[in-house]
T-cell receptor
Framework: GENVEQHPSTLSVQEGDSAVIKCTYS??????FPWYKQELGKRPQLIID?????GEKKDQRIAVTLNKTAKHFSLHITETQPEDSAVYFC??????????????FGTGTRLKVLA | GAGVSQSPRYKVAKRGQDVALRCDPI?????LFWYQQALGQGPEFLTY????????KSGLPSDRFFAERPEGSVSTLKIQRTQQEDSAVYLC???????????????FGPGTRLTVL
């Protein structure tokens, strides 16, 4: 079946440094790629997304890049802060046999920003 | 406005009991999704509703799992004869448009943590 691989599983960075999380997807028809931040015991919160007709999108300290040919997409966080510490999930919207779409999630990256 | 809400937030069940988990989506959202999130894992798709119609239930792990959304708003996920392997967080998400486009953002509820003893 369709899957999304996410790396690394854990990432520790010093405050102020950058963090990069990478995902690959298998369904070439995937057309939407959201990133969610999930703090312990909380709901996943959308932080940024990108559609398949765009190669890069930026929102303040957060950016996402998409390489459709290689089926890779990445999350970049610059000037990290302690409050960025959380688990980050990538997802790819993949078409189902019923003609609708569903998200396939990666396994998550636990980011720790050290003060 | 109000986001997606779920109840109960925590549920402890003895093996063999039936449980019912409720989801209140964002008002006006057509699409509703249920996911299962095991500890340390990403959410896994269970089922999808477009209004009251259940268009995809391919992710339901067994026939003990049943979901409904009779009036196209509130949804209930029911698990019969719970087993220990059902222990997980059950997340509900809703989106404004149809899942047939694939590009609508899904907004998640806080989840229900189910523990089966």
């Amino acid at each position: 079946g369709e899957n999304v691989e996410q790396h690394p599983s854990t990432l520790s960075v010093q405050e102020g440094d950058s963090a990069v999380i990478k995902c690959t997807y298998s369904d070439s028809a995937s057309n939407y790629f959201p990133w969610y931040k999930q703090e312990l015991g909380k709901r996943p919160q959308l932080i940024i997304d990108i559609r398949s007709n765009v190669g890069e999108k930026k929102d303040q300290r957060i950016a996402v890049t998409l390489n459709k040919t290689a089926k890779h997409f990445s999350l970049h966080i610059t000037e990290t802060q302690p409050e960025d510490s959380a688990v980050y999930f990538c997802a790819a919207s993949t078409r189902t046999t019923s003609g609708t779409y569903k998200y396939i999630f990666g396994t998550g990256t636990r980011l720790k920003v050290l003060a | 406005g109000a986001g997606v809400s779920q109840s109960p937030r925590y549920k402890v069940a003895k093996r063999g009991q039936d449980v019912a988990l409720r989801c209140d989506p964002i008002s006006g959202h057509v699409s509703l999704f249920w996911y299962q999130q095991a500890l340390g894992q990403g959410p896994e798709f269970l089922t999808y509703f477009q209004n009251e119609a259940q268009l995809d239930k391919s992710g339901l792990p067994s026939d003990r799992f049943f979901a409904e959304r009779p009036e196209g708003s509130v949804s209930t996920l029911k698990i019969q004869r719970t087993q220990q392997e059902d222990s997980a967080v059950y997340l509900c998400a809703s989106s404004l448009g149809l899942a047939g486009r694939g590009t609508d953002t899904q907004y998640f509820g806080p989840g229900t943590r189910l523990t089966v003893l």
